[in-house]
């Protein structure tokens, strides 16, 4: 029996010593590589050929110099107004959230930018305890080693915008037949309303809902000036230059 239980626990030890050093090694390549594609690209991909449809990606990777900055803020005040301040995990948007939740009220979960940059990335689709434990993992891993201006990038490059359409250059084709660093203001908060349900809703011509989504997120850009600073929370010893 304590053969049994030593080997178990060898296996048991190796497995989550080698998920460690992967994860580790995985996070700090995409630092600087571009990910090609994520899980949910495959499953949304498996998913049409099981509904006959073929093969339907459309992503197109481009630096974060080639998105406009008008969707940058417009997916922070979308999705995640506090993204320059937290580490991660907004602790408070969780707790209003399950607030919120316990009163019967339909709202969106209190994930950051972050967070969905982790799941997207690294992980699948799901609510179980095991996967949300792992994406706590690699948001925590993402944030000691990547910046915010890399985190955003990645987030921008890799998000689902439409059914079959990833990423800001994609999406921004798709909708508007124009670059992502040509989106004007109500275009860019046009594809961060439809975030939420980028299946079912449309950037382009926008539903009603959509369209009200436009207009809170474009009043939010307003307050923030319009402008996005990463370099504002930063730390002292932290170089401002350092935009990856």
């Known amino acids: 029996m304590r053969k049994i239980f030593g080997r178990l626990w060898s296996i048991v030890w190796k497995v989550t010593l080698s998920f460690f050093l992967l994860s580790v090694i995985s996070v700090v390549v995409y630092r600087w590589v571009r990910v090609p594609i994520t899980p949910l690209m495959m499953i ?22 080639d998105i406009s900055p008008k969707l940058q803020l417009a997916v922070v005040c979308s999705e995640d107004q506090n993204y320059l301040k937290h ?62 201006e890399r985190i955003m990038e990645v987030y921008l490059n890799s998000i689902e915008m439409g059914d079959g359409v990833y990423g800001a250059e994609a999406a921004s084709q798709y909708w508007f037949h124009k670059s992502a660093k040509q989106l004007n203001k109500d275009e860019a908060s046009a594809i961060a309303a439809i975030l939420p349900n980028p299946i079912r809703y449309k950037a382009n011509p926008a539903s009603q809902y959509v369209s009200g989504r436009k207009i809170w997120i474009k009043q939010q850009m307003n307050f923030w000036g319009n402008t996005l600073d990463y370099d504002k929370y930063k730390d002292d010893d932290e170089p401002v230059k350092n935009k990856k």
Do not use: C, P
């Open 87 to 148: 580490f991660g995990v907004d602790w408070g948007a969780i707790q209003k959230a399950m607030k919120e939740n316990e009163k019967g009220k339909r709202v969106r979960g209190g994930s950051t930018i972050t967070q969905q940059t982790a799941k997207n990335v690294f992980l699948w689709q799901g609510r179980s305890y095991l996967r949300k434990g792992l994406e706590l993992w690699f948001t925590l891993l993402i944030e000691v080693v990547w910046s915010k």
């Open 44 to 65: 949304r991909n498996i998913e049409h050929f099981g509904n006959g449809k073929g093969w339907e990606m459309k992503h197109d990777w481009v630096e974060l110099e």
